[in-house]
């Protein structure tokens, strides 16, 4: 079935440093890979997003690169900052329908 | 605000009982999508609805069950509940273009269920 796995588990950077969460997925249909952003007690929103058809996005200090042969994907943070601290998730769109099979999670800690 | 509205915001109850969860998604978004989050646990897919009808199926149990009514508000309905069911329960929306076209989905705030 679909599967998608995310490491790490959880990662702890200094503030200003650089974070890198990565995922791959089992489905070669995939065709959408979005990360969304948890705070404590919060709903998950959506803060990028890419689809097969690019290989890299960027949004300010975040971006997301795509790699379809290896069937993986990765978010990057650079300048980390306190407020980024949170659980991040990505997704892959599922074989022919728009549903999303969420990552385990990773929990970012960024400290002062 | 994401415009995805879910009804309650808290539950306690008790094993063996059964409780409905209320979700009205963002208007003009055909589909709802239903996630379990258990502590510190990922997002587990449910179920999805587009517009009224069951699309995607995931790791639910039998005990469990939806539907999508003409408004297109939806509803989860946990039955014989288990210690085990205490999670937050998050529904979302979407435009969800047909064919397979996933776009953003839209969270509520979720229903904290509590089994005692």
């Known amino acids: 079935g679909e599967n998608v796995e995310q490491h790490p588990s959880t990662l702890s950077v200094q503030e200003g440093d650089s974070a890198v969460i990565k995922c791959t997925y089992s489905?070669?249909?995939?065709?959408?890979f979005p990360w969304y952003k948890q705070e404590l007690g919060k709903r998950p929103q959506l803060i990028i997003d890419?689809?097969?058809?690019?290989g890299e996005k960027k949004d300010q200090r975040i971006a997301v690169t795509l790699n379809k042969t290896a069937k993986h994907f990765s978010l990057h943070i650079t300048e980390t900052q306190p407020e980024d601290s949170a659980v991040y998730f990505c997704a892959a769109s599922g074989r022919l329908t728009d549903k999303l099979i969420f990552g385990t999670g990773t929990r970012l800690q960024v400290f002062p | 605000d994401s415009g995805v509205t879910q009804t309650p915001k808290h539950l306690i109850t008790a094993t063996g009982q059964r409780v409905t969860l209320r979700c009205s998604p963002r208007s003009g978004d055909l589909s709802v999508y239903w996630y379990q989050q258990s502590l510190d646990q990922g997002l587990q897919f449910l179920i999805q609805y587009y517009n009224g009808e069951e699309r995607a199926k995931g790791n639910i149990l039998e005990r469990f069950s939806a539907q999508q009514f003409p408004d297109l508000h939806s509803e989860l309905n946990l039955s014989s509940l288990e210690l085990g069911d205490s999670a937050l329960y998050f529904c979302?929306?979407?435009?969800?273009?047909?064919?397979?076209?996933?776009?953003?989905?839209?969270f509520g705030e979720g229903s904290r269920l509590t089994v005692l």
């Open positions: 489905d070669s249909a995939s065709n959408y």
């Open positions: 890419i689809r097969s058809n690019v």
């Open positions: 979302a929306s979407s435009v969800a273009i047909a064919g397979g076209n996933t776009g953003e989905l839209f």
